[in-house]
């Protein structure tokens, strides 16, 4: 089994930013992929960005250039800046670990962008 562990969601105006980070614990594998998908009321969960454990990211149009994905494999962690939010972006989040052998969700945390 995979726990993870989510924080730094929360309330913020349009333009402004915040940094979610997600902390991997139990069984990791050394190959795994580490990100964050969001989801609104009746829609599906959508990929936001993710990144291997070998440094490559993948991210959704809407996030390119606005969001940062990061993670440290030390700490099986990964993180993501989001700039420049938008009312939009308000969903919550989910942290998602995937490897061979299954996939994972966070509980998620709700991120709120007023306008």
């Known amino acids: 089994q995979v726990q993870l562990e989510e924080s730094g969601g929360g309330l913020v105006q349009a333009g402004g930013s915040l940094r979610l980070s997600c902390a991997a614990s139990?069984?990791?594998?050394?190959?795994?992929?580490l990100g964050w998908y969001r989801q609104t009321p009746g829609n599906q969960r959508e990929l936001v960005a993710a990144?291997?454990?070998?440094?490559?990211?993948s991210y959704s149009d809407y996030a390119k250039g606005r969001f940062a994905v990061s993670r440290d494999n030390a700490k099986n962690t990964v993180y993501l800046q989001m700039n420049s939010l938008k009312p939009e972006d308000t969903a919550v989040y989910y942290c998602?670990?995937?490897?061979?052998?299954?996939?994972?969700w966070g509980q998620g945390t709700q991120v709120t962008v007023s306008s």
């Open positions: 990144m291997t454990t070998g440094g490559t990211a």
């Open positions: 998602s670990y995937s490897d061979s052998e299954g996939n994972y």
């Open positions: 139990g069984r990791i594998l050394r190959i795994n992929n």
